[in-house]
Nanobody, 129 residues
Framework: QVRLVESGGGSVQAGGSLTLSCGATEYLIRHMCMGWFRRTPEGEREAVATVRGDGTTTYADSVKGRFIASKDNTKYTLDLQMNNLKPDDTAIYYC???????????????????????WGQGTQVTVSS
């Protein structure tokens, strides 16, 4: 059974940094679209960043220039370096994975849970002003 396990969440002041990590498997890291999502106050899952099998990344406009997503092909993790954090970044962050096409593996808008086959349990990020 595939499990994704997020870690690295916590509390930080505005302007600070946090790094999230998602433990995966070799197959997921090397071949699947993987992404970071966060739960909005309305309860939706907003796409934050995606990383394709070849390492290409896409980002939501709200995090461009502040967040960096990357895969570690030796540790089999998906990481999210979050810099210059803002109170609006406060959310539960989830990682997810699925075998999506290049055009489908894009950080855009919100997603439904069924759009990605594998999900982690989430990790809380809280940014205070």
């Amino acid at each position: 059974q595939v499990r994704l396990v997020e870690s690295g969440g916590g509390s930080v002041q505005a302007g600070g940094s946090l790094t999230l990590s998602c433990g995966a498997t070799e197959y997921l890291i090397r071949h699947m679209c993987m992404g970071w999502f966060r739960r909005t106050p309305e309860g939706e899952r907003e796409a934050v960043a995606t990383v394709r099998g070849d390492g290409t990344t896409t980002y939501a406009d709200s995090v461009k220039g502040r967040f960096i997503a990357s895969k570690d092909n030796t540790k089999y993790t998906l990481d999210l370096q979050m810099n210059n954090l803002k109170p609006d970044d406060t959310a539960i962050y989830y990682c997810a994975a699925d075998l999506l096409s290049t055009t489908g593996c894009v950080a855009r808008g919100t997603v439904q849970i069924y759009e990605y086959r594998y999900w982690g349990q989430g990790t809380q990020v809280t940014v205070s002003s």
